[in-house]
């Protein structure tokens, strides 16, 4: 059961900003930066307990 729930979709934004601009980029950047930034994705740290 989820005891927290913590968006961090507007951290990772600066995250795929830079990588697309990196020598590691893959060309999937793009479909991942427009995701977070419409909010089609979202980036959740999940934490919960065992049951």
Same mark, same amino acid.
């Given at each position: 059961?989820?005891?927290?729930?913590v968006d961090l979709t507007?951290? !990772?934004?600066?995250?795929?900003?830079?990588?697309a601009k990196s020598s590691?980029? !893959?060309?999937? $950047? $793009?479909?991942?930066? !427009?995701?977070y930034e419409e909010g089609?994705?979202?980036?959740?740290?999940?934490?919960?307990?065992?049951?």
């Amino acid at each position: 059961m989820p005891i927290n729930v913590v968006d961090l979709t507007s951290a !990772t934004i600066p995250y795929w900003q830079l990588r697309a601009k990196s020598s590691v980029a !893959t060309g999937i $950047e $793009e479909a991942f930066l !427009t995701a977070y930034e419409e909010g089609s994705f979202h980036y959740l740290l999940i934490a919960a307990d065992r049951i």
